[in-house]
């Protein structure tokens, strides 16, 4: 298994460089912009084992903003880097709103939950799985 603080930068470049379709509704459908703070992320091997890290440890953003009207989850580095994807796809499910989409051979998915802000980052891979559990509000 590759180490965690590589892997990480691996999803987050993974996140940056999505280039999917369009979200197939406008900010109305949505709702405004959120900001999202990750609280936990864990990297997981194929046997089981899942390894704690820090966002800063792995240049992974402290805040994501969810922009619904320009369809984008934009983060900002320690170093002032900023990181934008592009959101491929939606779909509400009750109180869940599921957003999600694939590139170079990754699947990725992040759920949030309805009115309190729960959020879930998944990322999967065939020798690795990546979790990211936050929180989320209205600005």
């Known amino acids: 298994m590759r180490p965690a603080h590589l ?3 691996g999803i987050l470049l993974f ?3 999505l280039s999917a379709g369009a979200v197939g509704a406008d900010a109305a459908e949505t709702g405004p912009a959120l900001i999202c703070a ?3 992320l864990l990297v997981c091997s ?3 084992k899942c390894t704690g890290v820090s966002a800063a440890s792995v240049d992974f953003p402290e805040f994501l903003k969810i922009d619904f009207e320009h369809q984008t989850i934009r983060g900002i580095l320690d170093d002032g880097t900023i990181r934008i994807v592009k959101i491929a796809h939606w ?3 009750e109180d869940k709103l599921v957003l ?3 590139q170079n ?3 990725w998915s992040l759920v949030l939950t309805e009115p309190q802000g729960d959020m879930t980052i998944a990322v999967s891979e065939w020798d690795a799985g990546y979790m ?3 929180s989320c509000v209205i600005p």
């Open 7 to 9: 892997t990480l930068i």
């Open 15 to 17: 996140l940056v460089c």
């Open 38 to 40: 990750p609280a936990e």
């Open 46 to 48: 194929p046997d089981g």
């Open 91 to 93: 779909q509400r499910f």
């Open 100 to 102: 999600h989409g694939v």
């Open 105 to 107: 051979g990754r699947g």
């Open 132 to 134: 990211v559990f936050g």
